[in-house]
C-alpha cells in the first residue's frame, strides 16, 4: 500500500487557518466566550442553550455566526442566534436514521461540512465519531458550534482519498453528497471500501438520472451551475461502480427529488440556491437543460477482506 504521511498532512492542511479570509474567522472563534452549564438539545435543529450570557456576549456570538456564512448544513441555535442554514438537513437525516446503529462503533462522516449530521449521530452513543472534510470555512463552523457543544468529535481537514490510509478502519462510514464531486467515482468507492472493517457498512447518497440501462450523464460544463460535477449515473450504473470497488451487498434505501422544502436560499448563505439552478420554464430542468437534481440513497456493506 502506499505510505501517507498524515500528520504531516495535517499539519499542512493546518496552514489554512493562516489564509487573509480564514484568520479572522478563527481568532474570533478563539475570543467566543467561555461558558459553563451548555445545555445542548439534539433535534431537527442542534440547540445550544448556554447559561447566563451578557448582550455583548450574545451579539458577539450572532456577529462571529455571520461572518462564517455560508452556512449550507444545519438548521443551529446557538442561544438566541438562530442559524437557518440553506439545507434542512434533517429532513435527509430523518429519512437515513431507520436504516443505521451507530452504537459502539467507530463512525466517520467524509465531506462533513459544519458537522451537522455528527452532532446529530453522538444520540447514538458511537464509539467514535471523526469528520473528514479539506474546505477551511466548514472547519471553522464546526469549531464555533463546538466550542460550545464540547463533544468528542474529531475534525480532520482530510478529503475521502485519505480513508483507506487512515490510523484505523470504520465500522460505519457516511458519503453524503460527495461521489458527484469526484472525477473518479470508482476510485472513490475504492478507498472508501478499504476504509472499512470487513462487514463494515457505506451509506450513500448521490445524484442520479432515471433509466434502467447502465449509463451516467457527464456534464459537457456544468450542472446546475456547479463545475465540480462529473458522473450522474442510473441506479444500476451506481451499482456496478460499487460491484467493481468491491461492496457486495447492497440496499437502495429511498430515491428523493430534491425540492425548495429541503434546499432553498436563506439569509445565512450568500450565494445562490436550488431556485436559481432551475429553469425557471421548467422546474424539471436544469439551467443548462439537463434533468433536474434527484438523489438516490444506498447502503453497500463490505462482506471481504
Same mark, same amino acid.
Given at each position: ?15 489554512c ?22 445545555k445542548v438539545?439534539?433535534?431537527?435543529s442542534?440547540k ?8 455583548k456576549?450574545?451579539e458577539f456570538?450572532?456577529?462571529t455566526?455571520k ?8 438548521p ?20 437515513l436514521?431507520?436504516?443505521?446503529n ?12 459544519n458537522g ?6 453522538m ?17 471553522c ?10 463533544s ?6 482530510l ?11 470504520f465500522?460505519?462510514?457516511f458519503?453524503?453528497?460527495v461521489?458527484?464531486?469526484?472525477a ?9 471500501f478499504?476504509?472499512?472493517n470487513?462487514?463494515g $457498512?457505506l451509506? *450513500? #447518497?448521490?445524484?442520479m438520472?432515471?433509466?434502467?440501462d447502465?449509463?451516467c450523464?457527464? @456534464? =459537457?460544463?456544468? /450542472?446546475?451551475k ?14 456496478n461502480?460499487?460491484?467493481r470497488?468491491?461492496f457486495?451487498?447492497l ?9 425548495s ?13 436550488? $431556485?436559481d439552478? *432551475? #429553469?425557471k ?7 443548462e437543460?439537463?434533468?433536474? @437534481? =434527484?438523489?438516490? /440513497? ?8
Amino acid at each position: 500500500m502506499q505510505k501517507v504521511d498524515l500528520d504531516k498532512l495535517r499539519q499542512e492542511r493546518l496552514h489554512c487557518l493562516e489564509w487573509k479570509n480564514i484568520k479572522p474567522l478563527w481568532e474570533a472563534i478563539s475570543s467566543l466566550p467561555t461558558l459553563n452549564n451548555t445545555k445542548v438539545i439534539l433535534g431537527d435543529s442542534v440547540k445550544i442553550l448556554p447559561d447566563n450570557l451578557t448582550k455583548k456576549d450574545e451579539e458577539f456570538i450572532y456577529r462571529t455566526a455571520k461572518a462564517l456564512q455560508p452556512w449550507r448544513k444545519g438548521p443551529f441555535h446557538v442561544s438566541k442566534t438562530f442559524i437557518d442554514s440553506e439545507w434542512r438537513s434533517y429532513i435527509k437525516y430523518d429519512l437515513l436514521r431507520p436504516h443505521f446503529n451507530l452504537k459502539d462503533k467507530i463512525v466517520g462522516d467524509i465531506g462533513c461540512n459544519n458537522g451537522y449530521y455528527l452532532f446529530r449521530m453522538m444520540e447514538d452513543n458511537p464509539k467514535r465519531l471523526i469528520g473528514f472534510d479539506p474546505v477551511a470555512i466548514n472547519y471553522c463552523q464546526f469549531h464555533f458550534l463546538n466550542h460550545f457543544i464540547q463533544s468528542n468529535i474529531k475534525y480532520e481537514l482530510l478529503g475521502v482519498e485519505h480513508v483507506e490510509y487512515y490510523e484505523h478502519k470504520f465500522d460505519v462510514l457516511f458519503c453524503l453528497g460527495v461521489l458527484y464531486h469526484r472525477a473518479d467515482p470508482i476510485g472513490t468507492l475504492k478507498s472508501l471500501f478499504k476504509g472499512l472493517n470487513v462487514g463494515g $457498512e457505506l451509506i *450513500l #447518497d448521490t445524484f442520479m438520472i432515471d433509466g434502467e440501462d447502465e449509463v451516467c450523464l457527464t @456534464p =459537457k460544463d456544468r /450542472y446546475s451551475k456547479l463545475a465540480n460535477i462529473y458522473f450522474i449515473p442510473t441506479i444500476n450504473a451506481l451499482k456496478n461502480w460499487c460491484y467493481r470497488a468491491g461492496f457486495e451487498e447492497l440496499e437502495i434505501l429511498s430515491i428523493v427529488k430534491t425540492d425548495s422544502k429541503e434546499q432553498r436560499k436563506t439569509e445565512w448563505i450568500n450565494t445562490q440556491s436550488l $431556485e436559481d439552478f *432551475l #429553469d425557471k420554464d421548467n422546474p424539471n430542468r436544469t439551467v443548462e437543460g439537463y434533468p433536474a @437534481p =434527484k438523489r438516490v /440513497y444506498l447502503k453497500a456493506k463490505r462482506l471481504k477482506k
